[in-house]
């Protein structure tokens, strides 16, 4: 199997409701193997979460530590089924990446019809790189027209280890994603694994995204944590951040050739 190097949602205390530092965050990283963290706070809208200033201010983190790769971004909440963000686009276009979610307390459900054209509408924003936990049956959602729009717009849906999870509280993930999953096959749509820890000691353990990407049958080459390139593809702010904010760690585990330069994950 192929070397799993990259997670890229989650969350540290300055999300509300998750219990650790980013510097634990990183340090855990290191010691799973994660090469490419991305810390990806909850959005205003989510209760008990950060203020846009928070956001705003990204700009004065390292983006290595303990020689993990850091991306620092939001997990933005669709407020609506018109796809609105709670982030402005002036903000949005200063993040390394931004994951687009709906969460039951910043939005209101419809049908599934209705709530697969929120998330749509949400991918139709050039800032969204991945569309988070497309999963609970309580909200429900049509996959043929999810797994489509992906294609058209170019954006990474998540497999979210949190809601595999036997304590995890979304309803019926592992059926909805065998579906997502099967036309994401056909179609050629590719995915990333995210495990949305909210705690260090969750950080990179993909244990059940993986089984059930093996009972897919689902195919390496489509899975972004393996992939620098094809990660890059979809998340292409992440070649150029590390050099942009951090010019003096000339050792540095950043994408586009660094990693190469330090062995790839997995060599």
């Known amino acids: 199997m192929a070397k799993d190097f990259i997670d890229v949602h989650t969350h540290t205390l300055a999300s509300g409701h998750a219990y650790n530092t980013i510097h634990e965050m990183a340090q ?56 609105t963000l709670d982030l402005p686009d002036s903000v949005l276009d200063t993040l390394d990446i931004a ?9 209101q459900k419809g049908t599934k019809e209705q709530n697969s054209t ?12 991945i569309i988070g936990h497309p999963d609970d049956e309580r909200l429900g959602f049509d996959y043929e027209m999810l797994v489509e729009a992906a294609k058209e717009h170019h954006v990474l849906l998540e497999v979210n280890n949190s809601s595999l999870a036997p304590n995890g509280y979304r309803v019926g993930a592992w059926q909805n ?29 993909h244990e059940y995204a993986k ?14 944590n393996y ?20 010019p003096d760690v000339p050792d540095c585990p950043a994408l586009s050739g660094a990693l190469t330069n330090r062995g790839r994950p997995g060599s």
């Open 99 to 107: 994951v687009a979610s709906i969460h039951l307390p910043c939005y």
């Open 28 to 83: 855990a990283a290191a010691a799973a193997g994660i090469f490419v963290l991305g810390i990806t706070e909850h959005a205003p809208k989510m209760p008990g979460s950060c203020h846009t200033m928070y956001f705003m201010n990204l700009k004065v983190l390292r983006r290595e530590l303990y020689g993990v790769r850091m991306l620092f971004g939001a997990e933005l909440n669709v407020l609506d089924m018109q796809g």
């Open 177 to 205: 994603y065998l579906t997502m999953l099967a036309l994401c096959k056909r179609l050629e749509v590719p995915v990333i694994m995210s495990r949305d820890a909210h705690t260090a000691f969750d950080v990179g353990n």
């Open 211 to 224: 089984k059930l990407l093996l009972e897919a049958d689902f195919p390496e080459r489509l899975i972004a």
């Open 227 to 246: 992939s620098e390139a094809l990660f890059l593809e979809y998340v292409p702010k992440a070649g150029a951040v590390c050099e942009r904010n951090c």
């Open 118 to 129: 929120a998330y749509i509408n949400a991918m139709k924003n050039p800032h969204v790189n």
